[in-house]
């Protein structure tokens, strides 16, 4: 799906402010384990992000990648910027960063997702987290997950996926190891179970 689609006026789809979980047999390896947040679900397809996977890089990085400090700023970043999430977000355009976060910043690029939780993608929210002017809860994903035209649908009717609300908590949440666990923990399911019923519609 293109994120030209991704507009503040659309239509949300079933899906949108959903998590996907990701089944056992999973065979894409971009999403074993995988808790994706979508954000966009229409007739054009679909997109999301992965938010249960680290990334190397830092807030740090990305600031001097864009050059909006230098290598003496970084050292002086406060902790708020030296200790903000950055995540892997999807295996496409993975040199693109965007914001998730609470609705309490917004901006004219700034995407409502659902009631509380907004996307932006633009500089400015970069230079507000990094000025201690940023959201109350956010996080930075690079890349994203997305379907074409009726893919997403096939892959669920297929038992690839499970879906269900997704919680603000569970997205913003930095302990990023458990959160396959606790996601599949909101519909009362173990990965147990999944395991047994993995292959039986």
Known sequence: ?????????????????????????????NF????VYICAHSQAGAMGFIINRSQPVTFADVLLHLELIDKNDA???????????????GPVETGRGFVLHSDDYLSDSS????????LTATLDIVRAI??????????????????????LEFEIANNGWLNCAATE?????????????RALALMGVSPAMLSMEAGHA
């Open 169 to 181: 908590e569970l997205i913003f949440d930095r302990v990023l190891d458990s959160k396959y666990e």
């Open 111 to 118: 995407i409502p997702i659902s009631d509380d939780i907004s």
């Open 75 to 89: 050292i002086m970043l406060p902790d708020h910027a030296r200790h903000f999430p950055i995540q892997s977000g």
């Open 130 to 151: 990094s000025d201690g002017r940023g959201p109350r809860r956010a996080t930075m994903l690079l890349g994203y997950a997305g379907w074409g035209p009726g893919q």
């Open 32 to 35: 074993a384990r995988a808790v």
């Open 1 to 29: 799906m293109a994120l030209s689609t991704l507009k503040k006026d659309r239509e949300r789809g079933f899906l949108d402010g959903q998590f996907l979980i990701a089944m056992p047999g999973m065979t894409d390896g």
